[in-house]
């Protein structure tokens, strides 16, 4: 089990004062967001209900990147301290989700449109992510069960690790539990009241996540939510041996091809 107490995150994050700056964000990140907006928002409709205001051109998205960084430039040097690089890296990502969602905004796009363009590019860059987890564990195992557990945990120690994130490990036979008890980007982004924002932006890509790991997610609620905690349930359903004409025995080889790398 893993309990950090909110005493032990305040003095990390007085160990480590700094927020990740806008600088290194822009350098880092530019090149991704940047992709990653070009190939979910270029060519989408720019309202869900009036044809007439067309789709998202070339030209629209270097004015909306323009304005996001400008955005992100403003809001960076206010960012909240944390104490591990990935929940500083995950905040400055946080801010600039919601630079694009302002941007969006300021174009008259509604709002849960918006977060849904939003959230689309971001899934774009998580999934590069989610792929070395999967690569390492389809490397380590060929459980379907392992493999999740494997990628879970790999996610775990960078860049959702303590004491920046809080988590209880919870038993879970055909998979990996845990709750989440302090989440960076929830905090940033429900003091900003863009808690919308973070449940359609991040929290709602780590379904897609678990699939990409073989597996399914189950989650009551959200901090972001308004929920106590996150209760992530990741699972792996193996298929039925009858089913897939596989033997009545579990063979490893013969469930890990099922599951593909």
Not at 17 to 38: D, E, I, K, L, Y
Request: net charge positive.
């Amino acid at each position: 089990m893993t309990t950090i107490s909110d005493d032990r995150v305040a003095v990390a994050a007085r160990q480590h004062p700094h927020s990740v700056p806008a600088s290194v964000v822009a350098v880092t990140f530019r090149p991704w967001a940047g992709w990653a907006a070009r190939a979910a928002i270029v060519g989408r409709a720019r309202s869900r209900t009036d044809p007439g205001r067309g789709r998202f051109t070339r030209a629209d998205l270097r004015r909306l990147l323009g304005s996001t960084w400008t955005r992100f430039s403003r809001l960076a040097p206010d960012l909240p301290s944390e104490p591990t690089v990935g929940s500083r890296q995950n905040v400055a990502l946080a801010a600039l989700t919601l630079a694009m969602l302002e941007a969006l905004l300021e174009e008259g796009i509604e709002r849960t449109y918006a977060i849904e363009l939003v959230g689309d590019a971001c899934w774009k860059v998580y999934a590069q992510w989610g792929r070395l987890p999967r690569l390492m564990s389809c490397l380590k195992s060929r459980d379907p069960l392992q493999r999740v557990r494997t990628s879970v945990n790999l996610f775990l120690r960078f860049p959702f690790n303590p004491p920046g994130y809080l988590f209880e490990d919870q038993p879970e036979p055909q998979g990996r539990a845990l709750d989440i008890d302090r989440c960076p980007v929830s905090d940033y982004l429900v003091s900003r009241g863009a808690g919308d924002l973070a449940v359609g932006s991040w929290c709602n890509l780590d379904f897609e996540l678990a699939r990409m790991w073989g597996g399914t997610l189950e989650r009551s609620g959200s901090l972001a939510g308004g929920a106590p905690l996150c209760d992530f349930r990741f699972k792996v359903a193996l298929p039925s041996a009858t089913k897939v004409g596989l033997p009545t025995h579990r063979v490893d080889g013969e469930m890990g091809a099922l599951q593909g790398c």
